[in-house]
């Protein structure tokens, strides 16, 4: 039977531990890299985290509007990034955060998760306002290795409202969100392709996180305030090589020396390695 | 003062009716029309759709999802038909329905709202499941005449679980999104730039639909099952020129043929005038 992408990165956080490299190309970071604000600085930025992330990263998220805000041009250094890191053998989880309903989730999954797209990634994260139903068509390609992240609890303030809100069967709405999840992931044997976004930065949802049968995408960590003992305590009975925590910000002020981006990237693993 | 985005369209309407043809290329309907699954196909269907607007709509949405699934070259072809689009003198609005936390959103308003952007629109949808406040960069860039209109209750019946969720106000998600959403246009005098997505197919949100002070998106209406009188009855006291209805299979189905398309776009135009 083919793997999962809760099997496939499974295996690939016991190799190299447990951190993701946020590829955040912001103009403020970009500009902070003495580059131009222009697709080459894009470029310039995007292939370099990705050098210095091969050798110790489980994977490596670009957040998909930082491309976005350069349109086609941008989608082209995206494209680039993204068959790099699969020649590197790193996993890509292209933050898209998408979500529609019907027929376009499937243009949206096919965007994403087809080998045919030249946008086709490990995994792709999703937005369930529409309703985790909604997403079925996502669900439904990611096979054959590719997953899928649902967004449960954010790590902003601003989420709560909606997060927290309570449905007709007095669930949170995060709760409900981690149960449809944990629900689809017993389609398959071990880990499933299904995982959820859980910002390191919120407290524990009702629902049991040993639970999910699937992988944990961890925002939060490093600028935004949480740290790796938190998200170690968060998430302490959860299978091992499950939990993979994205770090954007703080690695990237470390700057464009290569060996000063190799240090930080390699520093944050060793940090969350000891407590995950 | 500059006009905003809500006042552009209600002129819009007045002049051309409450038509927004929905431009949904979906790999279907391409080949419905006996052409490729392919960027040429997509862009032929896309620019004939346009053309088909151009006397008889307020607006066009194209489905950016449909465009997404062939990467950068689809994004090519959806730059293509927005600065056809504005050439024309027909507004766009980019259903695109981003949405994420801090920064992330500034950036992907500076794709679809930025004039710097090869694919900025008129207005472009977004989704608040990281909450109303996440989306104050996009409401910021909303100035100039453009807007964007949040999720507020989707078409689909998978949404109910989430939209109609309580918050610790006791109050509905959607009900929430709307209020946030009129409290932020009375920053301008008359109508405002932020509008929201109400699809037709849902009963009447607790919310008085009158006191938003901006515009409504409304899909659901055609193939979805939702009828013009439906949509009359639902905004039947807001102000003339603040509903703008999505259309777009029941007027793709009509075909490549040029006068055909354009009688089934005149059509709902009809059909939707007699009763909003």
Redesign the interface.
């Known amino acids: 039977m083919a793997e999962t992408f809760g099997q496939r990165l499974q295996e690939r956080i016991r190799a190299m531990g447990p951190l993701c490299v946020g590829i955040?190309p912001?103009?403020?970071l970009v500009g902070a890299w003495g580059r131009p604000d222009t697709v080459e600085g894009l470029e310039f930025m995007s292939l370099a985290v990705l050098e210095a992330s091969i050798t110790a990263a489980a994977a490596i998220k670009p957040?998909v509007?930082?491309f976005?805000?350069?349109?086609?041009?941008g989608?082209?250094v995206?494209?680039r990034l993204i068959g790099d890191a699969h020649d590197a053998d790193v996993l890509v989880i292209a933050?898209a955060?998408?979500?529609?309903?019907?027929?376009?989730?499937d243009?949206?999954a096919?965007?994403w998760l087809?080998e045919a797209?030249?946008?086709c990634s490990d995994a792709v994260t999703v937005?369930?306002?529409?309703?985790?139903?909604?997403l079925t068509p996502f669900f439904e390609r990611a096979t054959r290795g590719r997953g899928v992240f649902v967004?449960a609890a954010?790590?902003?303030?601003?989420?709560?409202?909606?997060?927290?809100?309570?449905?007709?069967a007095d669930e949170a709405?995060e709760d409900?969100v981690l149960r449809s999840v944990a629900q689809i992931n017993r389609r398959d044997e071990g880990l499933g392709s299904l995982g959820v976004v859980l910002g390191a930065t919120r407290d524990r949802p009702r629902f049991d996180l040993t639970m999910l049968q699937g992988p944990y995408l961890v925002p939060g960590v490093g600028a935004q305030g949480a740290t790796p003992e938190q998200v170690g305590r968060l998430f302490d009975r959860c299978p091992e090589g499950t939990v993979l925590v994205n770090v954007a910000r703080a690695i990237l002020e470390a700057g464009p020396e290569r060996s000063a981006l190799r240090d930080a990237v390699n520093r944050w693993r060793d940090n969350l390695t000891s407590f995950l």
């Open positions: 955040d912001s103009s403020a957040q509007a930082y976005e805000r350069f349109g086609s041009a989608y082209r995206l494209e933050d955060k998408r979500g529609d309903i019907g027929a376009t989730n243009a949206y096919r965007a087809d797209s030249p946008l937005s369930p306002y529409t309703g985790v139903g909604a967004l954010t790590s902003n303030d601003e989420g709560r409202d909606v997060q927290r809100a309570r449905t007709d709405v409900l």
